[in-house]
């Protein structure tokens, strides 16, 4: 083979160039406006084989271990939501802020926030809504290579201006706002060779209590949460020595009801933190004496208040049928032990949906399990599915998205959702780079309506599919 070629192929396995770590650009308010919406792509870890990546699509909504992502705010008839995009033709990271107005039926030019001087999506933003209507933007770090950012919006339930707040480091974070007492902030931090679970607070979001340590053991973990008034629900797996996240496995459940200061377990027992110890807290299941990997989705409080978690366990981490069965399954806590049901299959460990417990009692996930136009790669066709029954039976309630182009990705459920906006999500090319839509549903699954690529006003109806 000659060198020229030999140099192709390699930066082929290699994968897209990232560009370059740095500081991020921050705009000055008011801040610019783009022209449309575009999702940023991004990939992880070059596989070498016909499925290119370890996964890799369309990320603006990714990923999964933090949130919440968008919000609807009843006083604005609004629902407002962050993400991750790019200029159209660019693979680098600028986080904007947009909301749906239920009173028009359109949505406005999106606010660029920053540049994020990356093409990580690891380093996408979340956010909350104070008591006030202040909107509040945490954009995430990937590691220590990069710094995070808190910004406030100027007014309330306004996307126009955004002040700084606040440069530090916190990676996948979780932004919970606490009526009569801030804002919870659960978050990781990598330090000695993995990825430790922390949390801090802020009465105000101007000053934050310092970083308290919640749980590290083994190479670290990952984790989702849900809240309900003052009670923050914490559900982690963890990455086993001695190959780290690629091996995670196991399911751990936590609550707090006092921003952290204490924690207990489903049982109501407090615990003595930091948890440095897998055998002081006992599993939901113990997954890796059975072999199976577990790549968390999302947890909900049922009407009861209890936890139910959404879960998917897989036989390994890469791409294609050798890693299946992934099996979706819920995790429902009766009041004395975790009933463990089966919901579908998919064909991708990161495959992500939403859960909804509604207050009728029925259970809703939409996510992408059909397969894709690229098969055994991140995301799919999206389906609602329903369940009447605590999650015995499932229904496929409706397909949502067929003869996709590319395959869709991270279904994400807004805060408090409106039944007109239920889920948003994106659409990316699995195997090779490629542009990114923005769409989203509505309880019923109607349709599917995609948000405007290219606005020639301040403001226009999304389209339906």
């Known amino acids: 083979m000659r060198r020229r070629d030999l140099l192709k192929l390699t930066a082929a396995l290699a994968g897209p160039a990232l560009r370059a770590e740095g500081e991020a650009e921050l705009y000055s308010a008011p801040q610019p406006k783009a022209d449309g919406y575009h999702g940023i792509w991004y990939y992880n870890q070059p596989s070498g084989d016909q499925y290119r990546y370890k996964y890799s699509g369309g990320f603006a909504t990714y990923p999964q271990q933090q949130g919440p992502l968008a919000h609807y705010a009843e006083q604005a008839r609004k629902t407002f939501f962050c993400y991750g995009g790019t ?19 359109e949505v ?6 920053l540049d994020k001087k990356t093409g990580d999506a690891h380093d996408n933003p979340v956010m ?29 339930y306004s996307i126009d201006a955004f002040e700084h707040v606040l440069t530090t480091n916190f990676s996948y974070c979780h932004a919970w706002h606490v009526p009569g007492s801030g804002i919870f902030l659960p978050h990781t931090r990598y330090e000695n060779g993995g990825r430790s679970l922390y949390s801090m607070s802020s009465e105000t979001g101007e000053r934050w209590s310092e970083p308290k340590l919640l749980a590290r053991f083994a190479k670290g973990h990952y984790q989702i949460t849900c809240q309900r008034g003052p009670r923050i629900a914490s559900v982690f797996n963890v990455h086993p020595e001695p190959v780290g996240l690629n091996a995670r496995t196991n399911l751990y459940y936590v609550e707090t009801s006092d921003f ?26 113990d997954y890796e004496a059975e072999g199976l990997l577990v790549y968390l989705k999302t947890v909900e409080f049922d009407a009861e208040g209890r936890p139910v978690i959404l879960f998917l366990t897989s036989k390994g981490y890469a791409s294609g049928p050798e890693s299946g069965p992934r099996v979706w399954r819920t995790a429902r806590w009766t009041g004395s032990e975790w009933q463990i049901r089966t919901m579908t299959e998919s064909d991708h460990s990161y495959d992500f949906g939403s859960l909804y417990i509604e207050d009728d009692g029925t259970w809703r996930v939409i996510a992408p399990t059909d ?22 039976h499932w229904k496929r309630l409706k397909t949502l998205t067929r003869n996709s182009p590319r395959n869709h990705t991270y279904a994400r459920k807004p805060v408090n959702a409106h039944p007109d906006f239920y889920a948003l999500w994106a659409d990316g090319n699995a195997w090779e780079p490629s542009e990114s839509s923005l769409y989203f549903t509505d309880r019923a699954g109607s349709a599917v309506w995609r948000l405007p690529a290219r606005m020639d006003a301040p403001a226009q109806a999304p389209s339906m599919l």
């Open 128 to 156: 909350t809504i104070d008591s006030g209507g202040h909107l509040w933007i945490f954009s995430n770090a990937h590691g220590t290579a990069r710094p995070a950012y808190i910004h406030r919006s100027r007014e309330p």
């Open 108 to 113: 406005p030019r999106p606010t660029i926030l």
């Open 371 to 392: 397969a894709g136009p690229q098969p055994y790669g991140t995301g799919g066709e999206m389906v609602m599915w329903t369940s009447q029954d605590l999650g015995a």
């Open 260 to 285: 952290g200061r204490t924690w207990q377990s489903i049982d109501g027992k407090t615990l003595e933190t930091p948890l440095t110890d897998a055998r002081v807290i006992e599993p939901v299941q």
């Open 87 to 105: 200029r159209p033709g660019k693979q680098e990271l600028i986080h904007l802020v947009s909301y749906f107005d239920h009173k028009t039926g």
